[in-house]
């Protein structure tokens, strides 16, 4: 939901960019523009969807569709929490705050600038949600709160000024939640 919500707001600026420019073709560049940032993420949900394929043949999932094991849940958590306190997640953050400045500081010509251009946002706006979309495999992919609360925390992370502490308390409660589930749980 997060990434098509993303990727609308990214067509919409580099759509109006172009206009603003007087460009020939612009809605084909918004295309290739598209086209490389849903590379991205179809390339992710290819590897996700294989992933859980995977657990599922080995009966590795609970009926809830999350690992069965406590551990590997714990683990995960411990994992995605790990991953927001790193230099490469607020890099990647710092990107998806400002789409804009993305566009500006990224901006390539013509349709495979426009590409390269979508496939690079499509990698930044990846780098911020990857593990916390892995979250799911500790609480289950359907677990509609889970959905609703990490999409939740992902828009405020994203929107907010405060978004690199949200970031590193959300991290920070990701890695509480796991050893709890390890130790204690």
Known sequence: IMGVGLLAIGLLLF?????????RGAPTLTLSFG?????????????????H?????????????????RRVAGALCIGAGL???TPLKHGCLRHCQSPVGFLMSHWREGPRG???MGVRHGA??????????????????????????????????RAGRGGTIISRVGGATMIGAGL???FIG
């Open 15 to 23: 759509a109006t960019s172009q206009a603003r420019r007087g460009v």
């Open 35 to 51: 086209v490389g940032y849903l590379t991205i993420w179809i390339a992710f949900s290819l590897a996700a969807t294989l992933a």
């Open 53 to 69: 394929w995977t657990l599922d043949h080995a009966m590795l999932l609970s009926p809830t569709m999350a690992v069965a094991s």
């Open 83 to 85: 991953y927001q306190l």
């Open 114 to 116: 426009a590409f390269q």
């Open 124 to 157: 930044y706006c990846l780098g911020c949600c990857w593990a916390l979309m892995a979250l799911l495999f500790a609480v289950g992919v359907m677990n509609l709160l889970a959905v609703a609360l990490l999409t939740v925390f992902i828009l405020a992370e």
């Open 180 to 182: 709890f589930m390890l």
